[in-house]
């Protein structure tokens, strides 16, 4: 079982920045493929951007295309915590943010979302 808590919320005016943290549960992070998603009022829950292990040191990183260039996904493994920095941000990416956690396959493990509101 993997705990997930999200935090970094709010409301912040167009071509502002915030920061959402992800915390996640286990000996294992390090390991873990991760993403982010968001869901807007009405729409479907999308995948913003994951990261994910592809052995030793080294991480591959993706992003949608309404992510590249303005965010940023990172992760610090000694403190079990992924980062999303979101800068230049728009009125179409207020949503619930998500983080979720796959250990194989699917993501299994989801946390409660937090708001992201950006006001034009």
Same mark, same amino acid.
């Given at each position: 079982?993997?705990?997930?808590?999200?935090?970094?919320?709010?409301?912040?005016?167009?071509?502002?920045?915030?920061?959402?943290?992800?915390?996640?549960?286990?000996?294992?992070?390090?390991?873990?493929?991760?993403?982010?998603?968001?869901?807007?009022?009405?729409?479907?829950?999308?995948?913003?951007?994951?990261?994910?292990?592809?052995?030793?040191?080294?991480?591959?990183?993706?992003?949608?295309?309404?992510?590249?260039?303005?965010?940023?996904?990172?992760? %610090?493994?000694?403190?079990?915590?992924?980062?999303?920095?979101?800068?230049?941000?728009?009125?179409?990416?207020?949503?619930?943010?998500?983080?979720?956690?796959?250990?194989?396959?699917?993501? %299994?493990?989801?946390?409660?979302?937090?708001?992201?509101?950006?006001?034009?």
């Amino acid at each position: 079982q993997v705990h997930v808590v999200e935090s970094g919320g709010g409301l912040v005016q167009a071509g502002g920045s915030l920061r959402l943290s992800c915390v996640a549960t286990g000996r294992a992070f390090s390991t873990y493929r991760m993403g982010w998603f968001r869901q807007a009022p009405g729409k479907v829950r999308e995948l913003v951007s994951s990261i994910s292990w592809t052995g030793g040191s080294t991480y591959y990183a993706d992003y949608a295309d309404s992510a590249k260039g303005r965010f940023t996904i990172s992760r %610090d493994n000694a403190k079990n915590t992924m980062y999303l920095q979101m800068n230049s941000l728009k009125p179409e990416d207020t949503a619930v943010y998500y983080c979720a956690v796959a250990l194989a396959g699917r993501y %299994d493990y989801w946390g409660q979302g937090t708001q992201v509101t950006v006001s034009s």
